[in-house]
Nanobody, 119 residues
Framework: QEQLVESGGGAAQAGESLRLSCTAS?????????MGWYRKAPGKQRELVAH???????DYADSVKGRFTISRDNANRTLYLQMNSLEFEDTGIYYC????????????WGQGTQVIISS
């Protein structure tokens, strides 16, 4: 059964960096799927902050553009989110997501990893 397992969350000061990872187990077709990182901030709805297509095209929410970088290593079935110049507003639970082939809906979620930024 497919599992998405995140790691790399934690606490940081504003201005610092963190790198999140998400490894897909039991996913031999990882390379054909678009992937993304969602964020659930306290008191807010979950939002898509970064998206990467199967061919590597990326897209970002305005709030993280220029600071976050999403990337993927298909050989190791791993998704990354490099987060630089972290801000207090980046605090939240970050979820790795695998989109359905050819669609925009999410087919699988990770369990989430918490990021806490202190100002």
């Amino acid at each position: 059964q497919e599992q998405l397992v995140e790691s790399g969350g934690g606490a940081a000061q504003a201005g610092e960096s963190l790198r999140l990872s998400c490894t897909a187990s039991e996913s031999p077709l990882f390379n054909i799927y678009a992937m993304g990182w969602y964020r659930k901030a306290p008191g807010k709805q979950r939002e898509l902050v970064a998206h990467i297509s199967s061919n590597g095209d990326t897209d970002y929410a305005d709030s993280v553009k220029g600071r976050f970088t999403i990337s993927r290593d298909n050989a190791n079935r791993t998704l990354y989110l490099q987060m630089n110049s972290l801000e207090f507003e980046d605090t939240g639970i970050y979820y790795c997501a695998r989109f359905r082939a050819g669609g925009s809906s999410v087919g699988a979620w990770g369990q989430g990893t918490q990021v806490i930024i202190s100002s």
